[in-house]
């Protein structure tokens, strides 16, 4: 059954039109979640809740108004529609086509939905993390694994005629280890993350991420100061995604390119990358954290082919973004509840392979700098420049992998990091993560082969710096 009925949202978007608005829509969530923390063996938080709502948007001309209610009976609803209304009263009165309702399947199959998983089950998993992490070295005094699961279902109605539904699960962990030895201390982080059911987490190995975590806390341990500098800078796969994410992908957001708050906007067609360089954005990838049936518009999922051969191809739109641009369709319309109004957002956005092995990209590299893994960092969003802190790096010397250095960043620009890729592997991998934006949060996937930038500054902690 649905969420609500054709005659209840047929009646809300027709209050909605009332006085005059040219668009409404209805956003209607149901979803529950629960998290788990285990904080050195002991289960500190186990929560469960339930949130359900409606966003109820009319827009006239370029302006939108926004309304949400906790209350999804049908007079709750009406009442807010009419409240919508008002805000955008004006001549004329629209009306709502025939509603044709679509239920769209799911982006993944889930086999073990967690609503139905025991709570000690979870736990017993979270244990399993804490076990594997300290097993690994007796220098591992702290382990904290936090656990969330959230199953949604939602429904997006407009006064056009769409009619879209979707169940949506997502299970996702992090593990962060403390590693001491002497007095110091470092830490290790591993993250995991898909659009699947909870049987996804225990094929991953719930091991594997806590001796992950663990590992990079050690070798961080181990590691020496890092030098300064600009050098050659191999980035591996995985979270290496994250420096394109944030340092060129929120500038391929419509609404960037829309204020003209984008070094990409104005220039479809024009040669933005290395010709080794195709990015994508694809929310159709089964099970991948940041996929889905349909965006939060109820537009159907579609790849978006951003950069192509080093040519830049498209943007990312909502439907505002693209009804404003010119744009035929919009299938990156995000939020993070019915609290919110949708934003041009990333789904799973890599680059995508190349033809070289990882290891001849590192063996062709003389002397220079391994990012194994990225965490945070800051962006400049309308000129691309960033600062990436690295939390696991080493120096590559004679095209080999030697010592781990500790306290690397990245420093350097978007559009002349893309321009300075001179070799891109065949390893694709991504890495889940939680993308911030306008107050917003929504998953997304971040992910790249390993890629090598020529010339890249290494910001680094040894004292007097230095060249690899």
Known sequence: ?????????????????????????????????????????????????REAGVGI????????FFVTSDDVRPEALLEAASTAARAAAGPGVSRCARL????????????QPPLDCP?????????????????????????????????????????EGLWSEEDRVYVRMAVHVVAARNGEVQTGTATWGKLQGFESLERAGPETL??????????????????SGPMPVVVAGGWGGVMFHEACGHGLEADAVLKKAS?????????????????????????????????????????TVLIEKGVLRGYMFNRRTARLLGHPWAANGRRQSYHYLPLPRMSNTFIAPGDSDPEEIVADTRNGFFARDLRGGQVNPATGDFVFHVSEGYMIRN????????????????????????????????????CGKDGQSVPASCGQPTLRVSELIVGGTEQGGGRA
């Open 210 to 227: 806590g001796g992950e975590a663990a590992r990079q806390a050690l070798v961080n341990l181990e590691a020496a100061p890092a030098p």
């Open 119 to 159: 709570r000690d089950r979870k736990a017993e998993v979270l244990r399993r993390v804490d076990r594997a992490a300290r097993a690994s070295d007796p220098r591992v005094k702290q382990v904290l694994v936090v656990y969330r699961d959230t199953s949604s279902r939602l429904l997006v109605a407009n006064s």
């Open 1 to 49: 059954m649905g969420l609500l009925d054709r005659w209840t949202l047929e009646k809300v978007l027709e209050a909605a039109l009332s006085q005059g608005a040219e668009f409404a829509e209805v956003y209607v969530e149901d979803s529950a979640q629960s998290t788990l923390i285990l904080d050195d063996g002991r289960l500190e938080k186990a929560m469960t809740g």
């Open 100 to 111: 044709d309702r679509n239920r769209l399947e799911p982006a993944a199959r889930v086999e």
């Open 263 to 303: 070094v990409y906007a104005g220039r479809l067609g024009q040669q933005v990358a290395s010709p080794l360089v195709t990015a994508i954005d694809d929310p159709t990838i089964p099970g991948e954290w940041g996929s889905y049936a349909m965006d939060d518009e109820g537009a159907p999922a579609r790849p």
């Open 399 to 434: 095209g080999r992998i030697a010592e781990p250095v500790r306290g690397a960043a990245l420093v350097g620009n978007g559009p002349e990091v893309l321009r300075r890729i001179d070799r891109v592997g065949k390893d694709l991998s991504f890495a889940s993560g939680l």
């Open 57 to 64: 948007r009319v827009a006239r001309g370029d302006a939108e």
